[in-house]
């Protein structure tokens, strides 16, 4: 272990000495006097059509001075960008005009789906302060075919990806480009309280031009800060919003279901069912809004994507409901595992998939939920509480989590949580504790938390918490990262990826542009890298596991593309048994070496892929595991992604077995436009032989307004292992009035 450790400091040591770029991709200080443009009062009606041809368009004062972030921060963009900026009375208007020497042959656009992965995209982003508290932002995106984009962000740490807003947006294109207009309601907005008084706000514009994977911005920040870190953007002046007024949105549905179970090939009777039920959003003023869900579903949430897991840690599913994902990054502070800054640890006191998903994440019945949650300039609280109803065996539960925060400093934060699950007729799990976030100077940061859980019935007390500090520049990210999780430690509302465990993870990321790399027409930067992580039992203190890693080669491709290399000595110390894929493995001590190769193409052509080859020694035998995926997209209306992740064990376990399991998806997207589109997920796992396949269509006939039509089938293993089908279909219509 001593050998090891001396190896990764002397690495990164080796990375933190790396020689410094020009002066000019360095890390800079936001701005005295901040760039700034005036809103002018539109004089003739705008009408949404993304050609931009109202007079009132020309009396707005144009920007068109935009500066690259990257690949060369500083200098001027290549290609110009015009913005305008309108309002009136309803709403906020926004024309942009991206023009390009290659016309409409330079455009690129994946996808015409919602919430899109910006970065393979031609983008264009507003990101408004409308505080002017350089701490809180809302981000309003978009791409050449009118694909939407939203979401929220504080200190630029914590990020609602999934809020969507009520906002329109209708683009063209034309042979100097493509140009975009934005109507966004004020209703939409959260501003300070006035009474139509004259404000200035921060405001930003970002735009990504995919073909040569040039990011600019209106003003600009060091490339390895976020677009919405306000303390760097520029001001909007002269604005005249309304003030607020009664701003409530009421979203009733109605849905009929059919469900069908084929039992070892047997078919089942039909069993029919209807539902209604509503959402209910209240913004009570510029900082308060109150959520109500009475009878809540979510039948057109996106079907979970099989993993066929390996390592020793469990695996987090992401949340796909929109109940609780909005004001998510409220509730939701912990440790995250990107597999670098945080190790494989996760420690989260709140996780809302607990609420309303069973096993295998099948649906459980919510009778209803509320939430209140105030954000403003001093402080952030919130509370939320949910009926979760009695299912088969299940018994009827109540959660409820709450949430304060207070902000200090420029970029500081301290804050509390609590959650509570009460089970009928069992017990009642209580969860809380301490969290903060400290940033010093620009490229400092400090987060950490402390919790500590017990049950009514006096068991499960124990204690958890997390350190992590980060350095970020243009050339060096480091991190390290200190947790633990007691072994007594429960918390039923939460996640944890491991228990009765402490955690040591430090590790640093180079970034090396310029003259330093040869073929700077086709690479970006290289990126070598090493972390480490150390796992002992907490109850214990012996070491469990340990992990180095070395990543001597990775390249970023102007395109978009990488290639990469890593090396890692693993260490196990098994306590008990270990099962991955079904195959035994026996308590007892492991050292060994594995090796993987990383690649991926352009995400913005019509065909792409990615690879991540990964081999060497496992335990007491060997394994490999491949990752393949490529995506074919012939127009940004059809979509289609195939992947393949095998795992072939050589010798492993108690049997010293050999076996080949493979994990098959397909996935597609069919667009007639940004708000028409059918989806469908397909997943074949070897191991079980059982398949599955979710298809959705989704209609927008109003701005967030749906109609959806979905088809479900899951094979499982009933009683005796007997093949069970599972069949669903679903109509659901829902209509969002705003009042």
Request: positive net charge; proline residues 4%.
């Amino acid at each position: 272990m001593k050998t090891y450790s001396t190896l990764f400091f002397m690495a990164c040591i080796l990375l933190l000495l790396q020689p410094q770029n020009a002066k000019s991709q360095d890390i800079f200080s936001p701005p005295d006097e901040k760039l700034s443009v005036k809103a002018m009062l539109a004089t003739d009606k705008i009408v949404i059509d993304g050609i931009l041809n109202e007079s009132a368009w020309t009396t707005a004062d144009s920007l068109s001075d935009f500066t690259q972030i990257e690949p060369f921060q500083g200098k001027a963009a290549e290609n110009k960008t015009s913005v305008r900026v309108l309002f009136d009375s309803e709403f906020l208007y926004v024309g942009v005009k991206c023009f390009d020497q290659l016309g409409k042959e330079a455009i690129r656009v994946p996808d015409l789906k919602r919430d899109f992965d910006w970065r393979a995209h031609d983008t264009f982003a507003i990101c408004i302060d409308g505080f002017n508290d350089n701490r809180n932002s809302m981000s309003f995106v978009t791409n050449p075919y009118g694909a939407q984009k939203d979401y929220l962000s504080f200190d630029a740490v914590l990020f609602d990806s999934d809020w969507n807003g009520l906002w329109k947006v209708r683009t063209s294109i034309t042979d100097k480009g493509w140009f975009a207009e934005f109507q966004i309601p004020w209703k939409s907005i959260r501003y300070t309280k006035g009474s139509g008084d004259v404000q200035s706000w921060g405001l930003n514009f970002l735009r990504l031009r995919r073909a040569s994977n040039e990011i600019s911005a209106w003003s600009p920040y060091p490339r390895s800060f976020s677009f919405n870190r306000m303390e760097y953007s520029g001001q909007l002046t002269q604005i005249q919003p309304p003030p607020p007024s009664t701003n409530i949105q009421v979203n009733p549905y109605a849905l009929v279901s059919t469900n069908k179970l084929i039992d070892a090939g047997k078919s089942n009777d039909v069993d029919a069912n209807y539902k209604i039920g509503a959402d209910v959003k209240w913004a009570m003023n510029s900082n308060t809004i109150g959520d109500l869900t009475i009878n809540t579903d979510f039948a057109q949430a996106d079907a979970d994507v099989q993993v066929n897991n390996v390592s020793r840690f469990s695996v987090l599913f992401p949340e796909k409901r929109q109940f609780f994902l909005e004001n998510a990054s409220l509730f939701g502070p912990g440790l995250i595992a990107d597999g670098n800054t945080g190790g494989k640890m996760q420690i989260l006191p709140f996780f809302s998939r607990r609420i309303g998903l069973g096993q295998q994440g099948r649906p459980l019945p919510i009778d209803g939920g509320l939430r209140l949650v105030n954000r403003s300039l001093k402080q952030n609280f919130g509370l939320m509480a949910v009926r979760q109803r009695s299912y088969d065996m299940l018994p009827s539960a109540n959660f409820a989590v709450g949430r304060y925060s207070r902000n200090f400093g420029k970029q500081n934060r301290l804050g509390t949580i609590a959650t509570m699950k009460s089970t009928t007729g069992s017990h009642t799990n209580l969860t809380g504790g301490l969290d903060g976030f400290l940033r010093f100077g620009n490229s400092n940061s400090l987060n950490f938390m402390a919790l500590e859980s017990v049950n009514d019935n006096g068991t499960g007390k124990g204690f958890s918490g997390y350190s992590q500090y980060f350095y970020t520049s243009n050339k060096i990210t480091a991190w390290w990262t200190e947790s633990i999780v007691t072994r007594n430690f429960t918390s039923e509302m939460g996640f944890l990826s491991r228990t009765d465990v402490i955690s040591t993870n430090p590790g640093a990321v180079a970034n090396l542009r310029g003259k330093y790399l040869p073929f700077q027409k086709f690479i970006r930067s290289f990126q070598p890298a090493i972390n480490a992580a150390w796992y002992h039992q907490a109850s214990s203190k012996k070491l469990i596991e340990r992990e180095i890693r070395l990543t001597p080669f990775w390249l970023e491709m102007q395109d978009g593309g990488f290639y990469g290399f890593t090396w890692s000595s693993q260490h196990q110390n098994l306590v008990s048994s270990f099962f991955p894929l079904g195959i035994a493995i026996d308590p007892g001590q492991y050292d060994y070496l594995r090796y993987s190769f990383t690649a991926g193409s352009d995400p913005s052509r019509k065909i792409s892929f990615s690879l991540q080859y990964e081999f060497g020694d496992y335990y007491n035998g060997k394994l490999k595991t491949s990752d393949l995926a490529v995506s074919i997209i012939p127009i940004p209306h059809i979509s289609l992604k195939a992947s393949i992740n095998r795992n072939q064990f050589e010798s492993v376990g108690t049997n010293s077995e050999t076996k080949d399991v493979f994990l098959y998806t397909l996935q597609g997207r069919f667009a007639v436009n940004p708000r028409i589109q059918l989806v469908g997920l397909y997943q074949k796992n070897s191991q079980n032989t059982l398949d599955s396949f979710n298809i959705r269509f989704a209609w927008e006939y109003s701005p967030l307004s749906y109609v959806y039509l979905v088809l479900n089938s899951r094979e499982t293993l009933g009683d005796d292992f007997v093949r069970q089908t599972e069949q669903q279909g679903i109509f659901k219509i829902s209509y969002l009035k705003q009042f």
